[in-house]
């Protein structure tokens, strides 16, 4: 048995009778799912029978069938149920009123992954407007940070580099539950929607997504296992570049690597002591889809041993600085578009400040420039624990 009781098993196993006349909405995906991988959808048409009305899908579509960014879903029918599934990364990212009619009360069941750059805690924020301005009730179901609760990192997110992949000033790792987000975003951020969160049972802040008992679906197709997940917050700024970042490969995010790359030169120009609770082991590796499609490319798996010392973004930051010091002429940026941004340069965006990308080319000691977030990061841990749900 699971040591965690989601929001989904809660609200499935004790039904509020308040909503036994609602009509329903699920944003969910295929990661929505109990511990015997029931999903959700199934679940709450048996709490609420008759009730559940629409389903609503995020990036990556209803089935997470869909790779990348900017690859849009349509609205479908779901086979099993019939029902309609309003896509929300497709025409829109903002929920219509057409959308909204045919609910009383959205639930919101998702797998977060604990990093700023992550497009369904911002489609739960757009619902949540939307809720607001249509007179609607958002649920949210709560779901482990499989990052745990503890640990932030990161500069926050600067105004003029808020986008899909980031609206607030929040940190690449965050240290909230999807539903410690939504209080958030209700209360420090403005939204001011009719919000509830259905806690979980037995999460604990500093557990790792193993110590739950819950089973990993991958809630995105290139965060296949709790070992992506664990590395995504240092290694989605590859998405920037042209280093990839292991897609096209069985271990997406855990590799990284370009063909111009030398592994033992990598090496000499990174700080030792950035390489606390994980193991760097030289690969090659060829990618069968996305960038470097068909070429060997050299580099690294990230093999994380010790979760509770790794920091994810600063040593992704240090790599990214000596490559970009080793081999100025074959490293480069990724163009816009990126996530319907069309003019700002997709790293800057994923750093979520543009001067950390200059103080990077500038060749700013990384101990700088994390200095300079020190003291942002220690005012948004103690303005979180105000949201906190779980001690």
């Known amino acids: 048995m699971a040591a965690v009781k989601t929001g989904l098993d809660i609200i499935s196993e004790s039904p509020p009778t308040s909503l036994k006349h609602r009509r329903l909405g699920l944003l969910c995906n295929p990661?929505?799912?109990?511990?015997?991988?029931?999903?959700?959808?199934?679940?709450?048409?048996?709490?609420?029978?008759?009730r559940l009305k629409a389903l609503y899908s995020p990036q990556h579509g209803f089935y997470a069938e869909r790779q990348d960014n900017m690859i849009e879903s349509?609205?479908?029918?779901?086979?099993?149920?019939?029902?309609?599934?309003?896509?929300?990364?497709?025409?829109?990212?903002?929920?219509?009123?057409?959308?909204?009619?045919?609910?009383?009360?959205?639930?919101?069941?998702?797998?977060?992954?604990?990093?700023?750059?992550?497009?369904?805690?911002?489609?739960?924020?757009?619902?949540?407007?939307?809720?607001?301005?249509?007179?609607?009730?958002?649920?949210?179901?709560?779901?482990?940070?499989?990052?745990?609760?503890?640990?932030?990192?990161?500069?926050?997110?600067?105004?003029?580099?808020?986008?899909?992949?980031?609206?607030?000033?929040?940190p690449m790792r965050h240290g909230l539950t999807i539903?410690?987000?939504a209080i958030l975003f209700n209360t420090r951020f403005g939204i001011g929607c009719d919000l509830e969160v259905v806690a979980m049972q037995g999460w604990k802040r500093a557990m790792t997504f193993s110590q739950t008992g819950l089973p990993w679906v991958?809630?995105?197709?290139?965060?296949?296992?709790?070992?992506?997940?664990?590395?995504?917050?240092?290694?989605?700024?590859?998405?920037?570049?042209?280093?990839s970042e292991g897609r096209g490969t069985t271990l997406p995010f855990e590799l990284f690597g370009a063909p111009f790359l030398v592994p033992d030169r990598l090496m000499e120009n990174i700080d030792t002591s950035l390489l606390s609770g994980v193991v760097l082991r030289p690969v090659e590796f060829e990618p069968t889809s996305n960038k470097w499609e068909g070429y060997p490319c050299k580099g690294f798996q990230i093999h994380v041993f010790d979760p509770g010392v790794y920091s994810p973004y600063a040593l992704s930051l240090a790599f990214y600085q000596a490559i970009y010091q080793c081999?100025?002429?074959?490293?480069?940026?990724?163009?816009?578009?990126?996530?319907?941004?069309?003019?700002?340069?997709p790293m800057d965006?994923?750093?979520?400040?543009?001067?950390?990308?200059?103080?990077?080319?500038?060749?700013?000691?990384?101990?700088?420039?994390?200095?300079?977030w020190e003291a942002p990061l220690s005012a948004y841990t103690?303005?979180?624990?105000?949201?906190?749900i779980y001690e």
Not at 33 to 50: C, K, L, W
Not at 131 to 149: C, E, S, T
Not at 349 to 372: M, S, W
Request: glycine residues 8%; aromatic residues 10%.
């Open 31 to 50: 990661a929505s799912v109990d511990s015997r991988f029931t999903h959700a959808r199934e679940r709450i048409r048996q709490a609420f029978p008759g």
């Open 74 to 170: 349509a609205d479908r029918l779901d086979p099993v149920t019939g029902l309609p599934v309003f896509s929300l990364y497709g025409d829109t990212r903002i929920p219509t009123r057409a959308m909204m009619d045919p609910i009383d009360v959205m639930l919101v069941d998702f797998q977060d992954v604990g990093t700023r750059v992550y497009t369904f805690m911002y489609t739960l924020s757009h619902c949540m407007e939307a809720a607001r301005q249509y007179d609607k009730k958002i649920i949210v179901l709560d779901r482990p940070n499989p990052l745990g609760g503890r640990q932030v990192e990161g500069n926050l997110l600067a105004p003029g580099c808020s986008s899909f992949v980031g609206r607030y000033p929040i």
């Open 179 to 181: 539903g410690e987000l």
């Open 218 to 243: 991958a809630p995105s197709p290139n965060l296949p296992t709790p070992a992506s997940a664990a590395v995504y917050p240092g290694q989605v700024i590859w998405e920037g570049t042209n280093i």
């Open 327 to 345: 081999w100025p002429d074959r490293f480069a940026y990724k163009q816009p578009p990126y996530e319907y941004e069309y003019q700002r340069l």
């Open 349 to 372: 965006l994923i750093l979520g400040d543009r001067q950390i990308r200059l103080q990077i080319e500038t060749g700013t000691p990384l101990k700088t420039i994390i200095a300079g």
């Open 382 to 388: 103690k303005m979180i624990e105000t949201v906190y």
